[in-house]
């Protein structure tokens, strides 16, 4: 049609199509045009949140122009690009981040001060988008960053939930769940597509014939139907034109809606089906390292993967090429084995639809997939019971079957007749019923395999993929550490320390090259220096101590040590331990005389973090923990020396307070358990020394910042398994100081004890699976140092400075550039300023 238009409406369109302009008076204006029309608001009935929906609107206006010319750019181009798989994407808040990463805060602050607003208060009114759960979604938002900030071409994928991660209020102690509905006004950061929409099947049966050569071919007849509707959100980079894009699906009703009632002229039926198709994009399902195993989650993975595949492959259907080329253009990355359908979905597409040899589509598959594994947790891997899986996948369920017997064959050739090789290797687990592991489908279908951390890439290649690197060889077991992006987790979070920073190495450039942060260790031996860098870590525990004030009516002060545990709830992260040990504290503080309590370093406790709905013994150790805090804050033996706290509704918001204010925080998993943990990295970066576990990447924060400033504790990952069995058969007795907590908790110190003895009797003889007692001493030998350490103020500046200093390797940059050079292949396109039409 363009070729078409004459020379003037060409010229017309690109003389409208130019940008808007980024002065005071040009975004001003836009900010108080959106007032007036989009918002039908004038200047007398503004108040803080409409303030904020003006500015998210202007913004998301500058957001859309580099978005358009990105993917303008890129289609013409046509580089290679990766798509990230991932059925969470936790980006919290929006604002101040595209603002920043688009080079517009200063502008929009002095801008949007004018017109009588603070920009703080503008930020502080968005609500979290928080679809994921923890760790997982919270990296795929670090890895969309940084991909966006590398100019890679890349697209994330995933569902645009109606509920994100429930709120969390704390009722008599007990963690309550609330709906997080966050779409109750219009999301700025969304751009519908209603145009694109995609036709997804469930059910119904699978039709075999005969073709034209006499090869038989399948065709899957489905008897549902719902439909994918695309929204877009822009992603920009920090310090560069590109803007990447996370496209979330909505299930909508399709038009004709259940066939089967439709046609048996069941109405009413057919009005059901098409609100259940609504449900599947309702909610996140809320469980970490957990697997739900409901009928409604695997709906939701099909429908999420088919609908992602149907675009990839429609975009790739465009350039022409031969099928064979797939692989050159497309890289798909599984997080985790949620996404693992999309394998079976691409061999279905180009052997049923496409006419593809099986072995060709099989050879097209696995090179365009890579699959991340993120945990060891047996709990966490996910099955699918067959007959659930036919029932709404049914031609799925004949290719996996074939996928299996295609490589049990293989594997039979290399080793034959080991019957248990193929029984531990096959994707199918021979149960009552029987049950499809996806990890196993996951690392068939995939061409590279990947752990998050060393220890864990490690620990993955002798546990539970074991026999598959005996059978694949070692190159296709890889790592790669995870990463934050600093500029959310320093520059955005911790202004004043990011402004030292750059002041101090002289530019910004560090934002992008964070291994240039090593030049602040030069600085340890400069007093004014350190004074400057402690300073900003008061403030920083100043805001905190507000926000404790405000949400948990606690007054603490900011001179205290401030230690910090915050993530989700779960026994093996061993919040459990912690509060043990806060009460082993207790005691310890109450039977001292004045003159040992003055030597005492004064310590603020401070949780915070969601437990799954139904993980009955998570819940209970938040009740212990706000149990706790309840007796010890009102106990006038003890003061201002022992403070504990759960913050409730731990998001991304919070973190960005708490991770800049923390003295110490706490990783101590069990050893072989956290497979890498991020928070960890998000900490040290805002320099707080942590106290863990020889752990996931504490193990990689030790070799960088050094022993002299991080505070490592118990069992090894190696020792779990012998420390376990010593245990259970040989009756290793508890550990004493753990049993006086124990008791304390018996006699009825905080509460009713008859509540926590479940918590309790995870702890008995034989039992204790976390191996708390085995850790107890040196857990509290190592607080211990940390007390000590702290005492000394102008060392522990230096610890501090230093590990910020040694942060170099976490940023995810780094992890995403080894992602693509080493899994995807792919290049940066940097997009030009060129003013696409
Ligand atoms: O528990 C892991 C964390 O150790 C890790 O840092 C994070 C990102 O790799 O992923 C977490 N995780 C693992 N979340 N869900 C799972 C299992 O599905």
Known sequence: EKAKWPKETVDLWAKLSKKEANDIEAIQKSI?????????????????????????????????????????????????????????????????????????????????????????????????????????????????????????????????????????????????????????????????????????????????????????????????????????????????????????????????????????????????????????????????????????????????????????????????????????????????????????????????????????????????????????????????????????????????????????????????????????????????????????????????????????????????????????????????????????????????????????????????????????????????????WMAIKRANKVRLAELIKERCDVEVSPDALFDVQVKRIHEYKRQFMNILSVIHRYRTIKSMTAAQKASVQPRVVIFGGKAAPGYYIAKLVIKLINSVAAVVNQDPAVGDLLKVVFVPDYNVSVAEIICPASDISQHISTAGTEASGTSNMKFVLNGGLIIGTLDGANVEILEEVGEDNIFIFGCMAHEVEDLRHAQRYRGVPMDPALQGVISAIEKGTFEDPKIFQPLISTLTVGKDFYLISADFASYIAANQQVDAAYKKQEEWSKKSILCTAHMGKFSSDRSVKEYAEEIWNIKPYSVKDEGYL
Request: with cysteine.
């Open 32 to 532: 108080v045009h959106h007032v007036t029309t989009t918002l039908a608001r004038a200047a007398y009935n503004m108040d803080n949140f409409s303030a904020y929906q003006a500015v998210a609107l202007s913004t998301r206006d500058r957001l859309i122009s580099r978005w358009n010319e990105t993917q303008g750019q890129l289609s013409k181009v046509d580089p290679k690009r990766v798509y990230y798989l991932s059925l969470e994407f936790l980006l919290g808040r929006s604002m101040d981040n595209a603002l920043l990463n688009m080079g517009l805060k200063d502008t929009y602050d002095k801008s949007i001060k004018k017109l009588g607003f603070n920009m703080e208060d503008v930020i502080g009114s968005e609500v979290d988008a928080a679809l994921g759960n923890g760790g997982l979604g919270r990296l795929a938002a670090c890895y969309m960053d940084s991909l966006a900030t590398l100019d890679y071409p890349a697209w994330g994928y995933g569902l645009r939930y109606n509920y994100g991660i429930f709120q969390q209020r704390i009722v008599d102690g007990y963690q309550t769940e609330f709906p997080d509905y966050w779409l109750n006004f219009d999301n700025p950061w969304e751009l519908p597509r209603l145009d694109i929409s995609i036709q997804i099947g469930f059910g119904g049966h699978v039709q075999t014939i005969q073709d034209e050569y006499g090869v038989t071919r399948h065709s899957w007849v489905p008897n549902q139907s719902v439909q994918a509707i695309a929204y877009d959100v822009p992603i920009p980079g920090y310090d560069t034109e590109n803007c990447n894009n996370i496209r979330l699906w909505r299930s909508k009703p399709t038009r004709v809606f259940d066939l089967t009632s439709f046609n048996e002229g069941n109405y009413e039926k057919s009005v059901e089906d098409a609100t259940n198709a609504e449900k599947i994009t309702s909610v996140l399902y809320p469980n970490d390292n957990t697997m739900a195993g409901k009928e409604l989650r695997l709906k939701q993975q099909y429908f999420w993967t088919a609908a992602s595949l149907h675009d990839i492959v429609r975009r790739f259907k465009k350039s022409m090429r031969e099928w064979s080329d797939f692989p050159n253009q497309v890289a798909i990355q599984l997080n985790d084995t949620h996404p693992t359908l999309a394998i079976v979905e691409l061999q279905r597409l180009l052997v049923d639809e496409e006419m593809l040899s099986w072995d060709d589509a099989w050879e097209i598959v696995t090179k365009t997939f890579a699959f991340t594994n993120h945990t060891v947790l047996p709990e966490a891997m996910e099955k699918w019971s067959v007959p659930m899986f036919e029932y709404l996948l049914p031609r799925h369920l004949q290719i996996i079957f074939d996928i299996n017997l295609f490589f049990l064959q293989k594997v039979e050739l290399k080793s034959p007749n080991d019957r248990g090789l193929l029984n531990r290797l096959s994707i199918i687990e021979e149960a009552q019923p029987q049950q499809i592991r996806m990890a196993h489908l996951a690392v068939v279908g995939s061409h590279k395999v990947n752990g998050v951390a060393a220890l864990h890439s490690n620990l993955i290649k002798t546990t539970i993929f074991k026999d598959f690197v005996d059978y694949y060889g070692e190159e296709k077991f890889i790592n790669k550490t995870n990463g934050v992006t600093p500029r959310r987790w320093l520059h955005q979070s911790n202004p004043q320390l990011s402004k030292l920073i750059t002041e101090t190495l002289g530019s910004d450039k560090w934002l992008k090259d964070l291994s240039l942060l090593k030049g602040l260790a030069a600085k340890t031996g400069d007093a004014a220096f350190r004074k400057k």
